[in-house]
C-alpha cells in the first residue's frame, strides 16, 4: 500500500496520536484556520522546471479546484502540497501550520487506487493500523466507514473485485476512517462511468461538509464548478490565476489569463 495514499500525519503529530484528535469546527459559511502555506515554492525534476513562484495557503474547509492543461504542474502541485515531492526553493518555502497543537492529517486519492488482494473491510484495518489506532477501535471504525459509502454489505469481498466506483469508494472510507485534514484528489473521477463519478461526486462534497478540506485536480470543467469554492488556475507550471469559483467561471467576464482554456483553444506546444 503506498503511504501518500494512507491518511497519515504529514509530520509526526505533537500532541498525542492523530487518532484522538477531533476536527475543529468550521465556522458556517466560512473558513477555518490556515494549513499550509507555499511561498515561492517549486518543484524541479532535473534541469526542468515543474512548478515555479507558487504562492498559496490552504485553510481548513475550502474545497479547491486546480485546473490547466496536461502538463500545467497540477499533479506536481497536488503532491508538493502533500508533501511527497519536496520545494526546489528550499524548506521555508512550505509551512505547515498546526491549529491544533499538531501537523495537519492529509491523504491522497488517486485515479485508480491502490488496493491490496484483501477484503474490503481489511483494506480499511490496515490502514487504521499504519496510522495507529488501537485494536479495540478498528472494526468499529472501518464498518462505519464502509457503510459511510455505502458499502457495508461488500465489506467482505475481495477489494479487487469491486467495480470501478466501488473501489474510489472504498479508498475514501479509507481516507475518511482516519479523519484527515485534508484531503487531496489527482481526477477521483477520470475513470468513472456518469453514475459511478455521481456517487464519488456526492461522497466528496460530503466530507467537505463535514469540515475537510478538499483539493483536486480535474479537467472536468463542470466538476470543477459543483465541488469547489476557489479554483487554481495553473499554466506551464505557473500558478497564474487564484479565484473564487464564480469569478472563474464568469460568462459575462471570463479572466483573460485562463480565457483560452476555458474556451478549450490552448495550442498544442
Known amino acids: 500500500m503506498r503511504r501518500d495514499e494512507l491518511a497519515l500525519p504529514i509530520a509526526p503529530p505533537s500532541a498525542g496520536p492523530a487518532h484522538q484528535v477531533a476536527h475543529r469546527p468550521v465556522p458556517a459559511g466560512g473558513v477555518g484556520a490556515p494549513l499550509i502555506t507555499l511561498r515561492d515554492a517549486g518543484v524541479r525534476f532535473g534541469d526542468v522546471a515543474a512548478l515555479a513562484g507558487v504562492s498559496l495557503t490552504l485553510q481548513r474547509g475550502e474545497q479547491i479546484a486546480l485546473v490547466g492543461a496536461n502538463g500545467a504542474g497540477k499533479t506536481t502541485l497536488l503532491r508538493l502540497l502533500h508533501g511527497t515531492l519536496p520545494s526546489s526553493a528550499g524548506p521555508g518555502s512550505r509551512i505547515e501550520h498546526q491549529p491544533d497543537g499538531r501537523a495537519p492529517v492529509a491523504a491522497m486519492m488517486f485515479q485508480r487506487p491502490f488496493l491490496l488482494h484483501l477484503s474490503a473491510a481489511r483494506n480499511v484495518r490496515l490502514a487504521l493500523w499504519l496510522h495507529g489506532v488501537p485494536r479495540a477501535e478498528r472494526a468499529a471504525r472501518t464498518m462505519r466507514a464502509l457503510e459511510r459509502v455505502g458499502l457495508a454489505g461488500l465489506a467482505a469481498r475481495p477489494a479487487r473485485t469491486l467495480s470501478g466506483g466501488e473501489q474510489q469508494r472504498l479508498a475514501l472510507a479509507r481516507a475518511w476512517a482516519l479523519e484527515p485534514d485534508?484531503?487531496?484528489?489527482?481526477?477521483?473521477?477520470?475513470?468513472?462511468?456518469?453514475?459511478?463519478?455521481?456517487?464519488?461526486?456526492?461522497?466528496?462534497?460530503?466530507?467537505?461538509?463535514?469540515?475537510?478540506?478538499?483539493?483536486?485536480?480535474?479537467?472536468?470543467?463542470?466538476?470543477?464548478?459543483?465541488?469547489?469554492?476557489?479554483?487554481?488556475?495553473?499554466?506551464?507550471?505557473?500558478?497564474?490565476?487564484?479565484?473564487?469559483?464564480?469569478?472563474?467561471?464568469?460568462?459575462?467576464?471570463?479572466?483573460?489569463?485562463?480565457?483560452?482554456?476555458?474556451?478549450?483553444?490552448?495550442?498544442?506546444?
Do not use: C
Open 182 to 269: 485534508i484531503l487531496f484528489l489527482d481526477e477521483p473521477t477520470a475513470s468513472l462511468d456518469p453514475s459511478a463519478r455521481r456517487e464519488v461526486e456526492q461522497l466528496v462534497a460530503a466530507l467537505a461538509a463535514d469540515g475537510v478540506t478538499t483539493v483536486m485536480t480535474t479537467h472536468n470543467l463542470g466538476q470543477a464548478k459543483r465541488l469547489a469554492r476557489r479554483v487554481l488556475y495553473l499554466d506551464h507550471g505557473r500558478l497564474r490565476l487564484d479565484l473564487p469559483t464564480e469569478r472563474f467561471f464568469d460568462p459575462q467576464r471570463p479572466p483573460p489569463e485562463a480565457a483560452e482554456f476555458l474556451r478549450g483553444e490552448l495550442p498544442w506546444n
